[in-house]
């Protein structure tokens, strides 16, 4: 221990859903913990730039479109919708304070001390933090837990400057609705952040490497959302690359080149760039404590989250595995856990991913691509929303479940949703999955009249041809 420092059981770098839920896991189980944040709020990406302004605008773009056109169907007449962008941009900022300052709540109670600045190691167990002001504390642990997340990815060519080439936290706060934004990458972000743009009002293309959207999820039900998409104005350009932009007085102009080598030029007001993230552990002084990082910069652990530096662990975007708040979370509870003796466990083929466009796409394990790919013989069941009473009632039938299952077991291998509120069925999905379920399992098992989830029922059924509403 460095001579002077304060003490703890455990020292978490990073408050993201990582860290601040493994903080909070570890303090339960009595350990004294320090968490130690560089940035002014606690809550990491997720919070502060990532899912919660994201689904804040999300949600507020979707009643403004649905108010202006998808009322009137319903016998409901409205006139005068305007929008009013700083008021929704204050609304987000506000739901986002709401939730930091409620991490600092729960630091609060359950007697965790947050440190604002920036952690360095400066030996084993021992670690500096820099504030904003220049001034330092000094904190040691036997163990600390590294949560550093991660940062969007910068392509060479397309260097962000904040206003017309910006990456989603810049494309999360501009201050005017784009006439044409260009988006790079059609993965979640790109899709979520382009579908609030062109809901207030802009022209949004996305521009994609590969054949298809929302790559290494379902492709069958990539391209039903696509559709509904395509429906709604978005524009694609597949196996089409973005490699090089001129920022302009008014506007940027974007070469986009396709697979043939063909390129032209789009006009745009701004262009987000949102392919991927990538790990972040700069600046933590890794020497001091001897420990490299793995060919894409990720911090290398096992499967007890522990690095080959005894005492330190990490957790969440900056290891291995996919980007998600709440795979982070689950390892986060799973590695304090195990560091207390207690059997954490974190199930890798049950971690549900959710698109959260309109419709929503959202899906838990294995792909038909993937279960091809390993030799699985699968039979799979389908539903359409079209079909389903309670989308019908709310006139949202656009979407479809997939489910597949083993074929010689029919144990459920994967689930896949495009639709109204699939982020809420795919709940039932995951636990279905993580308790090993069949698709006899689900199909047996009684839901309510009318929902949504009658469909997931339906399309389990469906696995051996016994659908009965469609
Ligand atoms: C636009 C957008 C939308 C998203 N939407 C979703 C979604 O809907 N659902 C979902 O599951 N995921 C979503 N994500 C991904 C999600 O935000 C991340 O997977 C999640 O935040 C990872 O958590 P983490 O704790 O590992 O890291 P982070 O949340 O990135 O937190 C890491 C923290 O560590 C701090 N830090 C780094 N280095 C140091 C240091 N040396 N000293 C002190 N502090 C340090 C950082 O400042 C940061 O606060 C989204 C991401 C983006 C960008």
Request: with cysteine; hydrophobic share 45%; glycine share 12%.
């Amino acid at each position: 221990m460095a001579a002077g420092a304060e003490t703890f059981d455990l020292i978490v770098i990073g408050a993201g859903p990582g860290g601040y839920v493994a903080a909070i896991r570890a303090a339960q189980l009595g350990m004294k913990v320090a968490v130690v944040e560089k940035d002014a709020t606690f809550g990491g990406t997720c919070l502060n730039v990532g899912c919660i302004p994201s689904k804040a605008l999300l949600h507020s773009s979707e009643l403004f479109e649905h108010t202006a056109h998808g009322l009137a169907e319903h016998g409901v007449q409205v006139s005068g919708v305007a929008l009013d962008l700083p008021a929704m941009m204050k609304r987000k900022d506000k739901v986002v304070t709401m939730l930091t300052r409620g991490v600092a709540g729960l630091f609060k109670k359950n007697g965790i001390t947050g440190v604002t600045g920036r952690a360095r190691f400066t030996g084993p167990a021992a670690v500096q933090v820099t504030a904003a002001d220049g001034s330092t504390r000094q904190l040691s642990a036997p163990r600390i837990l590294l949560a550093t997340g991660s940062v969007p990815i910068q392509l060479p060519g397309l260097p962000f400057d904040g206003t017309r080439i910006v990456d989603s936290t810049g494309a999360l706060s501009l201050p005017a609705v784009p006439k044409h934004l260009v988006v790079v990458g059609a993965g979640a972000i790109g899709l979520e952040v382009g579908s609030v743009w062109r809901r207030l009002g802009a022209a949004v293309t996305v521009v994609e490497l590969t054949p298809g959207l929302t790559p290494g999820m379902d492709v069958e039900m990539a391209k039903l959302l696509q559709r509904s998409l395509m429906r709604q104005g978005m524009t694609f350009r597949f196996e089409s690359k973005v490699e090089k932009a001129v920022g302009e007085k008014d506007g940027v102009r974007v070469t986009v080149t396709t697979r043939d080598g063909a390129a032209d030029e789009l006009a745009a007001d701004v262009l987000l760039v949102a392919v991927g993230r990538r790990a972040y552990a700069e600046g933590l002084g890794l020497d001091a404590v001897g420990l490299q990082l793995d060919e894409r910069g990720r911090i290398p652990v096992d499967e007890r989250f522990q690095t080959p530096v005894p005492g330190l662990f990490a957790i969440g975007d900056v290891i291995r595995g996919p980007m998600l708040a709440h795979k982070a979370s689950d390892e986060g509870v799973a590695c304090v856990e195990r560091m207390a003796g207690v059997a954490g466990h974190v199930n890798y083929d049950a971690i549900p991913a959710i698109v959260y466009t309109y419709p929503e796409f959202a899906s838990v394990g294995a792909t038909e691509e993937t279960c091809k790919a390993r030799g699985t013989a699968v039979r799979i069941g389908r539903f359409p929303f079209q079909a389903n009473a309670r989308a019908k009632t709310m006139g949202e039938t656009d979407g479809a479940v997939k489910v597949i299952a083993d074929a010689a077991s029919d144990r459920v291998l994967g689930i896949h949703i495009v639709g109204t509120h699939a982020s809420d069925v795919i709940a039932e999905a995951a636990i279905a999955m993580e308790f090993a379920a069949s698709a006899e399992d689900i199909g047996r098992s009684a839901h309510a009249h009318p929902t949504l989830a009658e469909a997931l029922k339906q399309a389990s059924l469906g696995v051996d041809g016994r659908t009965i509403e469609a």
